[in-house]
């Protein structure tokens, strides 16, 4: 672990690592990718740090982590708390049994899947971990899910949010939490 990282918060990190690249995926979309910022450790440390310190103002005991960035900033930070993390699954990718929930994205159509046995979250608060909130399709499902097998979404930490989508207002009155 860095004993010191020269970056003083996460939106510092951010700022000096995110890739900017205009007209992806299609004409008009600015997209922020969140690689070099992963890819660099004394960046990725601190966006996991702050990640992990709102989890825990949430009072998560489980954090769940969506297909497939959030599992590479979930896993870190359930393991940054001593907790477990829940993948969630694109359509598809678990053995059955297994709870479905379909959404939309900004771009298509798609499911997500959580095991229906094998993984108990009856009574648990989960907290949600994502790179990007968007149009919200993709948390929404996921709390629905999470819902469905007992468990309740004590809030939502993201690292961006696409600003003009309409995601933070289908999220309800859970808490959210962005880094940038």
């Not at 660099?40 to 998560?60: Q, Y």
């Not at 959030?70 to 907790?83: K, T």
């Not at 993390?85 to 053995?95: F, N």
């Given at each position: 672990?860095?004993?010191?990282?020269?970056?003083?918060?996460?939106?510092?990190?951010?700022?000096?690592?995110?890739?900017?690249?205009?007209?992806?995926?299609?004409?008009?979309?600015?997209?922020?990718?969140?690689?070099?910022?992963?890819?660099?450790?004394?960046?990725?440390?601190?966006?996991?740090?702050?990640?992990?310190?709102?989890?825990?103002?949430?009072?998560?005991?489980?954090?769940?982590?969506?297909?497939?960035?959030?599992?590479l900033l979930g896993s870190a930070v359930a393991y940054d708390m001593g907790l477990?993390?829940?993948?969630?699954?694109?359509?598809?990718?678990?053995?059955?049994?297994?709870?479905?929930?379909?959404?939309?994205?900004?771009?298509?159509?798609?499911?997500?899947?959580?095991?229906?046995?094998?993984?108990?979250?009856?009574?648990?608060?989960?907290?949600?971990?994502?790179?990007?909130?968007?149009?919200?399709?993709?948390?929404?499902?996921?709390?629905?899910?999470?819902?469905?097998?007992?468990?309740?979404?004590?809030?939502?930490?993201?690292?961006?949010?696409?600003?003009?989508?309409?995601?933070?207002?289908?999220?309800?009155?859970?808490?959210?939490?962005?880094?940038?």
């Amino acid at each position: 672990m860095p004993e010191t990282t020269p970056y003083a918060s996460a939106k510092e990190a951010l700022d000096a690592k995110i890739r900017r690249v205009p007209d992806f995926p299609e004409e008009g979309v600015l997209f922020e990718d969140l690689t070099p910022v992963l890819a660099d450790g004394p960046a990725l440390h601190t966006v996991i740090e702050e990640m992990a310190r709102a989890c825990e103002e949430l009072g998560a005991d489980l954090i769940g982590g969506l297909d497939a960035r959030g599992f590479l900033l979930g896993s870190a930070v359930a393991y940054d708390m001593g907790l477990g993390i829940l993948a969630i699954r694109k359509k598809g990718k678990l053995p059955p049994p297994v709870i479905t929930q379909e959404y939309t994205t900004e771009y298509s159509t798609a499911a997500l899947e959580i095991p229906a046995n094998g993984v108990d979250i009856r009574g648990k608060k989960i907290v949600l971990v994502d790179d990007v909130l968007a149009t919200g399709g993709t948390l929404v499902a996921a709390t629905d899910l999470i819902e469905q097998a007992g468990g309740t979404v004590a809030g939502y930490v993201v690292v961006l949010e696409v600003q003009g989508l309409g995601g933070r207002e289908k999220l309800g009155d859970v808490p959210l939490v962005v880094l940038g």
